[in-house]
């Protein structure tokens, strides 16, 4: 079955504790991303990454870093969080750079900092 | 920039009543455009494309066009059931491979 796999689904941590989400994907696909979402804030990207080795920014990349050293796994990572990172996350994977194909989500990780 | 507009909500509404939600956006060329549903406690799940002008996508009786013209994909259906209770989000197809996401819509049906 096609997905993307994210862990963990709940997580209650403390500021400054380095926290690692993981996420994978089984579709072979190229493009994954990170996304937030707040309320009233809708969907907020990240970090992207374009193949194995290629990250880039996207609109709230502040306080996260990620890598993909293996084309199905993109980790997110926060060195060190802060309770504005409590959040919604999803990991997100699609084909092909191309703007025709759709993004497959994963179920999400609800993150606390306290 | 590529950018969306959607209806802002929430909306509710009666079982078996219409459902408009309207999707306008700025983006370079002509990307395809997607409606999104999260269901309560979920990810979000594609729930209709459409890859270029004119065409229709549908699905589970939801239907949207996309209409060039006026860079519009309005999501509609027909008559809702108390399961459509989601939110509902429109993103059209990023010049750098991502997709665009409007707020989201949320949606409640009473019975």
């Known amino acids: 079955e096609a997905q993307v796999t994210q862990n963990p689904r709940y997580l209650i941590t403390v500021t400054g504790k380095k926290l690692t989400v993981t996420c994978s994907q089984n579709m072979n696909h190229e493009y994954m991303s990170w996304y937030r979402q707040d309320p009233g804030l809708g969907l907020r990207q990240i970090y992207y990454?374009?193949?194995?080795?290629?990250?880039d920014k996207g609109d709230v990349p502040e306080g996260y870093k990620v890598s993909r050293k293996e084309k199905r796994n993109f980790p997110l990572i926060l060195e060190s969080p802060s309770p504005n990172q409590t959040s919604l996350y999803f990991c997100?994977?699609?084909?092909?750079?191309?703007?025709?194909?759709?993004?497959?989500f994963g179920q999400g990780t609800r993150l606390t900092v306290v | 920039g590529d950018s969306v507009t959607q209806m802002e909500g929430p909306v509710t509404l009666s079982e078996e009543a219409f459902l408009t939600i309207n999707c306008t956006y700025t983006?370079?060329?002509?990307?395809?455009l997607f409606w999104y549903v999260q269901y309560p406690g979920e990810g979000l799940q594609l729930l209709l494309k459409?890859?270029?002008?004119?065409d229709k996508g549908s699905n589970k009786g939801f239907e949207a066009t996309y209409r060039k013209e006026t860079t519009s994909f309005h999501l509609e259906k027909g008559s809702v059931q108390v399961s459509d209770s989601a939110v509902y989000f429109c993103a059209p197809g990023g010049s750098q491979g991502n997709l665009i996401f409007g707020k989201g819509t949320k949606l409640s049906v009473k019975p």
């Open positions: 990454s374009m193949n194995v080795e290629v990250t």
């Open positions: 997100a994977s699609r084909n092909t750079l191309g703007r025709r194909s759709e993004a497959f």
């Open positions: 459409a890859t270029k002008a004119d």
């Open positions: 983006a370079t060329g002509y990307p395809s």
